[in-house]
């Protein structure tokens, strides 16, 4: 019966090592059978296995015999691949993220969006972990989100009472969140790269109410408002017919300047810097609203046009400070005190908002494009959404007008 020939043990050849394992390693070795040198590293972005990258290894003959030569060789191929070589690539956690977007977005924000900002970002990684990588956020974070704040457990720093939440809010900071990742897949990381792939959460649907309360002001409401308007303050009397004849929103009609108002023209613009959505455009003015500026104009800035600085002025100074708007805070108490005074039953959420409603429902018959140019609106689709409401007037036109295409038909 015939036997294995017993194998003899290989002798190790020469060889020399340079670089940092895992990095730039670079070796040289004598080919135990030959005796010819021979140089191997090993290649990042090699083959995936189990999803995981295998660093390609390139081997090549060196075509001498020469050690001292091959060290030379091996520690030149090292130097090269460190310098080369892309860093390892790193994912940001949520407090790093966010510290880049409260840094860089927010401070292009208005004031009230800037606070909101900010609490997200502490209310965020207080639920999930400053050291949570983004990428790794998921649909269980994202349902327990929602549960903890619904019900109060997960709050605001500064909100000690429990209490449960509507999906309004909720939703409202889902959206910043969202809004975070999806500029994290845009924002360079200063390597080539994006501080994120992708958007982990993208596609989740943001939790909204089933019947939000969005009332209108009714054209009697309005009608009480103006006849108590005056002994409020002028200035309320006047902001009030610029949001109904203008349907824009009080955070940009109370930082009007009167070099925003060209009586020659009827027309008004409307800064981007002080509009909520960043969006300058001009409208025409109604007789209305230019009959209550060219009052405003008589009664508040008789001395500034005859220095021939109105210009620089506010429509709706601070009685504080002239030299800064009236706060929103005012404008809020103007309201108040207005709809106490009129004795308008109290409507939540009705506020200055209702009257940006009323005017979007009572101009249906506008073009939708038209009416986004004039109530400052960059989406149709917000507009149907949000603002216009049915009403049984517009309804029962729509009915006569069908009865009326039919007779005209049959005749």
Same mark, same amino acid.
């Given at each position: 019966?015939?036997t294995?020939?017993?194998?003899?043990?290989?002798?190790p050849?020469?060889?020399?090592?340079?670089?940092?394992?895992?990095?730039?390693?670079?070796?040289?070795?004598?080919?135990?059978?030959?005796?010819?040198?021979?140089?191997?590293?090993?290649?990042?972005?090699?083959?995936?296995?189990?999803?995981?990258?295998?660093?390609?290894?390139?081997?090549?003959?060196?075509?001498?015999?020469d050690?001292?030569?091959? $060290?030379?060789?091996?520690?030149?191929?090292?130097?090269?691949?460190?310098?080369?070589?892309r860093?390892?690539?790193?994912?940001?956690?949520?407090?790093?993220?966010?510290?880049?977007?409260l840094?860089e977005?927010?401070?292009?924000k208005?004031?009230? $969006?800037?606070r909101h900002?900010?609490?997200?970002?502490?209310?965020?990684?207080?639920?999930?972990?400053?050291?949570?990588?983004?990428?790794?956020?998921?649909?269980?974070?994202?349902?327990?989100?929602?549960?903890?704040?619904?019900?109060?457990?997960?709050?605001?720093?500064?909100?000690?009472?429990?209490r449960?939440?509507?999906?309004?809010?909720?939703?409202?900071?889902?959206?910043?969140?969202l809004?975070?990742?999806?500029?994290?897949?845009?924002?360079?990381?200063?390597?080539?790269?994006?501080?994120?792939?992708?958007?982990?959460? $993208?596609? &989740?649907?943001?939790?909204?109410?089933?019947?939000?309360?969005?009332?209108?002001?009714?054209?009697?409401?309005?009608?009480?408002?103006?006849?108590?308007?005056?002994?409020?303050s002028?200035?309320?009397?006047?902001?009030?017919?610029?949001?109904h004849?203008?349907?824009?929103?009080?955070?940009?009609?109370?930082?009007?300047?009167?070099?925003?108002?060209?009586?020659?023209?009827?027309?008004?613009?409307?800064?981007?810097?002080?509009?909520?959505?960043?969006?300058?455009?001009?409208?025409?003015?109604t007789?209305?609203?230019?009959?209550?500026?060219?009052?405003?104009?008589?009664?508040?800035?008789?001395?500034?046009?005859?220095?021939?600085?109105?210009?620089?002025?506010?429509?709706?100074?601070s009685?504080?400070?002239?030299?800064?708007?009236?706060?929103?805070?005012?404008?809020?108490?103007?309201?108040?005190?207005?709809?106490?005074?009129?004795?308008?039953?109290?409507?939540?959420?009705?506020?200055?908002?209702?009257?940006?409603?009323?005017?979007?429902?009572?101009?249906?018959?506008t073009?939708?494009?038209?009416?986004?140019? &004039?109530?400052?609106?960059?989406?149709?689709?917000?507009?149907?959404?949000?603002?216009?409401?049915?009403?049984?007037?517009?309804?029962?036109?729509?009915?006569?007008?069908?009865?009326?295409?039919k007779?005209?038909?049959?005749?």
């Open positions: 019966m015939a294995d020939a017993k194998q003899q043990p290989r002798t050849g020469w060889s020399f090592s340079t670089g940092e394992r895992g990095r730039n390693r670079v070796r040289v070795f004598t080919h135990p059978k030959t005796g010819t040198l021979f140089l191997e590293f090993s290649e990042r972005g090699g083959t995936q296995t189990g999803g995981r990258a295998r660093p390609k290894v390139v081997r090549m003959a060196l075509g001498h015999r050690r001292e030569r091959a $060290k030379a060789q091996a520690e030149a191929v090292s130097a090269e691949l460190r310098v080369n070589e860093p390892t690539p790193t994912h940001i956690t949520l407090e790093a993220l966010f510290d880049n977007y840094r977005v927010t401070p292009d208005g004031a009230s $969006k800037q900002d900010r609490r997200c970002a502490e209310l965020f990684m207080r639920a999930f972990g400053a050291a949570r990588e983004a990428r790794t956020l998921s649909r269980r974070e994202w349902d327990r989100f929602i549960r903890e704040r619904r019900s109060g457990v997960l709050r605001p720093n500064g909100v000690k009472e429990k449960a939440v509507g999906d309004r809010v909720v939703g409202y900071d889902l959206q910043w969140l809004a975070v990742l999806n500029w994290a897949t845009m924002a360079g990381d200063g390597t080539g790269g994006v501080l994120l792939e992708r958007n982990p959460l $993208k596609g &989740l649907e943001v939790p909204e109410e089933s019947s939000p309360k969005r009332p209108r002001l009714t054209a009697a409401e309005y009608q009480a408002l103006t006849t108590v308007a005056p002994a409020i002028m200035q309320f009397a006047l902001a009030l017919a610029l949001a004849e203008t349907g824009h929103r009080i955070g940009a009609i109370r930082q009007l300047r009167w070099s925003d108002v060209s009586f020659e023209r009827k027309a008004i613009t409307w800064r981007a810097v002080t509009d909520k959505m960043h969006f300058e455009h001009t409208t025409p003015l007789d209305v609203a230019i009959t209550a500026l060219e009052g405003a104009c008589d009664r508040f800035t008789r001395e500034r046009t005859r220095q021939g600085i109105i210009g620089d002025a506010w429509v709706f100074p009685p504080e400070d002239p030299a800064v708007p009236c706060s929103r805070h005012l404008v809020r108490d103007w309201w108040e005190r207005a709809e106490a005074a009129a004795q308008l039953e109290p409507t939540a959420r009705r506020g200055w908002h209702s009257l940006r409603r009323q005017f979007a429902t009572e101009m249906k018959h073009p939708l494009k038209d009416l986004c140019a &004039l109530g400052g609106w960059k989406a149709p689709q917000t507009i149907l959404k949000c603002y216009q409401q049915a009403d049984e007037d517009t309804m029962r036109q729509a009915l006569e007008q069908r009865i009326t295409f007779q005209v038909g049959r005749s």
